[in-house]
């Protein structure tokens, strides 16, 4: 006898909230019972169709997405107090709209009836986890109802870190996450809250801050104080990429140790991590399934100590491991609670 499937509640059908669309119909243990989003449902269906994610035909019915292994309801609100979760008897909320980031927004949606949400961003505020998949996946509990799953360069950051510090000692760190321009940057100059990010995200590279850092020392505390980082955003829709320079304790480390430890960890950690050996460009990893793609032809050291890295990533892996989330927290309540690795 099949178990019953995991009914996900979606708050945000933006790119994200697509993907996870997409996801859960390749899936046979998860749907999507029901999206809210402020745009008009028959636009929603329409920017499903034309995403480039090829998936199960799904159609339009009234206020229903519809395909063959679920219908969704779709409910045309962008605010989570207005979300009746518990209509729906979902087992857990996904925010996707990385606008509902304060402990406050994620109550809202536990207040309206969802058992467990999660954010697909980073929050605002204290919760009960942040939880990396494939990083710190055991220190979740039963009791966590507030929950990050951080953010695709937060993911791919502490993957990278975890593996090489596990094997190699490291003194510091310091990333440039040279990422595709986000859905909040304009397209022409208009003045925001920033001034460079009141530039044109289609015409400019753009030095913008960056909170990764700062989290993955949360999850890796061993890099507590060593870890700092800044953000290029630029002019790519997707496609993101990770220059990671590491100082380590050691002169003895050589690139191919760094490589080597790498392409271990992606049979260890199959699904989440690849390697690739080929010269490939940020097109080449557009629809890659994996949290973090080691570039290991882009490995150099520089003197005694420094050793650089680039790793790229894509959203759909993001996408791909809050699933693996919520799978996750699944299997801690059928076992009653107790810790899963």
């Given at each position: 006898?099949?178990s019953?499937k995991?009914?996900?509640?979606?708050?945000?059908?933006?790119?994200?909230?697509?993907?996870?669309?997409?996801l859960?119909?390749?899936?046979?243990?998860?749907?999507?019972?029901?999206?809210?989003?402020?745009?008009?449902?028959?636009?929603?269906?329409?920017?499903?169709?034309?995403?480039?994610?090829?998936?199960?035909?799904?159609?339009?019915?009234?206020?229903?997405?519809?395909?063959?292994?679920?219908?969704?309801?779709?409910?045309?609100?962008?605010?989570?107090?207005?979300?009746?979760?518990?209509?729906?008897?979902?087992?857990?909320?996904?925010?996707?709209?990385?606008?509902?980031?304060?402990?406050?927004?994620?109550?809202?949606?536990?207040?309206?009836?969802?058992?467990?949400?999660?954010?697909?961003?980073?929050?605002?505020?204290?919760?009960?986890?942040?939880?990396?998949?494939?990083?710190?996946?055991?220190?979740?509990?039963?009791?966590?109802?507030?929950?990050?799953?951080?953010?695709?360069?937060?993911?791919?950051?502490?993957?990278?870190?975890?593996?090489?510090?596990?094997?190699f000692?490291?003194?510091?760190?310091s990333?440039?996450?040279?990422?595709?321009?986000?859905?909040?940057?304009?397209?022409?100059?208009?003045?925001?809250?920033?001034?460079?990010?009141s530039?044109?995200?289609?015409?400019n590279?753009?030095?913008?801050?960056?909170?990764?850092?700062?989290?993955?020392?949360?999850?890796?505390?061993?890099?507590?104080?060593?870890l700092?980082?800044?953000?290029?955003?630029?002019?790519?829709?997707?496609?993101?990429?990770?220059?990671?320079?590491?100082?380590?304790?050691?002169?003895?480390?050589?690139?191919?140790?760094?490589?080597?430890?790498?392409?271990?960890?992606?049979?260890?950690?199959?699904?989440?991590?690849?390697?690739?050996?080929?010269?490939?460009?940020?097109?080449?990893?557009?629809?890659?399934?994996?949290?973090?793609?080691?570039d290991?032809?882009g490995?150099?050291?520089?003197?005694?100590?420094?050793?650089?890295?680039?790793?790229?990533?894509?959203?759909?892996?993001?996408?791909?491991?809050?699933?693996?989330?919520?799978?996750?927290?699944?299997?801690?309540d059928a076992?009653?609670?107790?810790?899963?690795?």
């Amino acid at each position: 006898m099949s178990s019953p499937k995991l009914r996900l509640g979606l708050m945000g059908f933006g790119h994200i909230g697509r993907q996870l669309y997409h996801l859960a119909t390749e899936s046979d243990d998860i749907e999507i019972v029901a999206v809210a989003d402020i745009g008009k449902p028959e636009i929603l269906h329409y920017l499903l169709t034309t995403d480039s994610i090829e998936g199960i035909d799904n159609t339009l019915q009234g206020n229903y997405l519809v395909n063959s292994k679920f219908e969704t309801r779709m409910l045309q609100t962008d605010r989570p107090q207005e979300v009746p979760w518990d209509i729906f008897n979902v087992d857990a909320v996904i925010d996707a709209t990385s606008k509902f980031e304060s402990r406050d927004d994620m109550q809202a949606h536990l207040n309206n009836g969802a058992p467990r949400v999660l954010i697909s961003s980073l929050p605002l505020d204290h919760i009960d986890r942040l939880l990396i998949a494939g990083v710190n996946d055991a220190s979740a509990q039963a009791a966590d109802r507030m929950i990050s799953v951080g953010s695709a360069t937060t993911g791919a950051l502490a993957l990278v870190l975890k593996v090489l510090s596990d094997k190699f000692e490291v003194k510091c760190a310091s990333v440039t996450s040279v990422h595709a321009y986000t859905s909040d940057q304009p397209l022409q100059d208009y003045a925001g809250k920033d001034f460079r990010r009141s530039r044109s995200a289609a015409q400019n590279v753009i030095p913008n801050t960056l909170a990764s850092p700062q989290w993955v020392e949360k999850v890796l505390p061993q890099f507590a104080g060593k870890l700092s980082g800044h953000a290029l955003n630029v002019p790519v829709q997707k496609g993101s990429l990770l220059d990671l320079n590491l100082v380590f304790e050691s002169e003895d480390i050589s690139i191919d140790a760094i490589n080597d430890a790498m392409r271990a960890a992606k049979t260890a950690h199959a699904g989440i991590i690849d390697v690739v050996e080929d010269p490939v460009v940020s097109s080449d990893v557009i629809g890659n399934r994996h949290s973090v793609v080691f570039d290991a032809p882009g490995t150099i050291k520089a003197g005694k100590h420094i050793i650089k890295t680039l790793s790229w990533y894509e959203s759909l892996g993001h996408a791909a491991r809050i699933l693996d989330v919520v799978r996750h927290y699944a299997k801690i309540d059928a076992t009653g609670g107790e810790k899963c690795a």
